[in-house]
């Protein structure tokens, strides 16, 4: 695994400026990292003050877009319950143009319910949000998809759509990558198999991940599709130093005790965090989405990329 298979991701809803997801950003182009993706959530969680306030992913990455060159850029997940399909289409396809076919579009279902109830938004059952994110999967994906000339239209349970013109296009022919992810056993891995680029685990252990890539993989053979077209990655919780002090003042910095965050996450020295992202690899992780929880710490960027990456 190279520095450009390891993506910085970033949870702004916990507390940062656009200024700030800017710097991380442009950073992580400079150090040579494979993209800067960032949540799509509009309540803080946990024990934060979660000031300023949350920010737009969309209206975020295409302010971003337009001030870096070679990083892609995404969402780890944009939630089906925030936006309507075409309007959503638009708004991703026109980053994509901002960007110059730079955009990965992570999807899901939603899930934090007082989010929704802070911001006025729906929030309907377990199986409502899935009706609606394989209803929007569906078109999304048709009005990328549709040649220039022709119109789509969709007649859906949830959403229904009538001779659309299709457009604007994403620069990237089809739409950009689309990323699916989660644990559910039947439903997800079907989305993934039939529309997804890349299948993300996060936060989970080396078993599970093991446990759920084999049940896409069965998905993707049923839907005769070969498992090898898909990207298989993961997401940790990033935090590493020079030395040992170093590592204990960062986990501190983001409220996580040190032994605990690494067991879990890509922690420690350079040294222990190479051994745990080689495991990860051996486990059949791709790529891997670091998170980032202290936003002003750059310097963080700049140890995994110069003492981590070299080890891999």
């Known amino acids: 695994m190279e520095l450009a298979d390891l993506r910085i991701f970033t949870e702004p809803q916990q507390g940062a400026t656009y200024d700030t997801l800017l710097a991380v950003a442009q950073r992580a182009e400079q150090l040579g990292y494979g993209a800067f993706f960032r949540s799509d959530h509009y309540l803080k969680m946990g024990d934060v003050s979660g000031q300023p306030g949350p920010t737009d992913a969309w209206i975020t990455l295409g302010a971003i877009a337009r001030e870096t060159s070679t990083i892609r850029l995404g969402t780890l997940v944009t939630a089906a319950t925030f936006r309507m399909?075409?309007?959503?289409?638009?708004?991703?396809a026109q980053v994509d143009e901002m960007s110059n076919g730079r955009v990965d579009f992570g999807f899901g279902a939603g899930w934090f319910e007082q989010e929704h109830t802070a911001y006025g938004i729906p929030f309907p059952g377990l199986g409502e949000r899935f009706d609606n994110l394989e209803e929007q999967?569906?078109?999304?994906?048709?009005?990328?998809?549709?040649?220039e000339g022709e119109t789509f239209s969709y007649d859906g349970d949830v959403w229904q759509v009538a001779d659309s013109p299709a457009l604007p296009k994403p620069v990237q022919a089809g739409g950009p990558p689309i990323i699916v992810g989660g644990r559910g056993k039947s439903r997800t891995p079907k989305l993934a198999a039939t529309y997804a680029s890349e299948f993300n685990m996060p936060f989970v252990s080396r078993d599970v991940f093991e446990s759920q890539c084999a049940v896409v993989r069965e998905a993707c053979e049923s839907a005769d599709r070969d498992p090898s077209t898909m990207t298989w990655s993961a997401a940790l919780v990033a935090c590493v130093g020079a030395d040992e002090a170093e590592f204990e003042r960062r986990a501190a910095a983001i409220g996580r005790e040190p032994d605990e965050v690494r067991e879990n996450g890509a922690a420690g020295t350079p040294?222990?965090?190479?051994?745990?992202?080689?495991a990860w690899q051996e486990s059949g992780a791709e790529r891997l989405y670091l998170q980032?929880?202290?936003l002003d710490d750059l310097d963080h960027l700049n140890l995994i990329a110069e003492a981590v990456a070299p080890l891999l």
């Not at 999967?137 to 009005?143: Q, R, T």
């Open 292 to 294: 980032i929880l202290d």
């Open 271 to 278: 040294e222990q965090v190479a051994e745990t992202i080689r």
């Open 85 to 92: 399909p075409g309007p959503l289409a638009i708004s991703v």
């Open 137 to 147: 999967m569906a078109i999304i994906h048709g009005l990328w998809n549709t040649p």
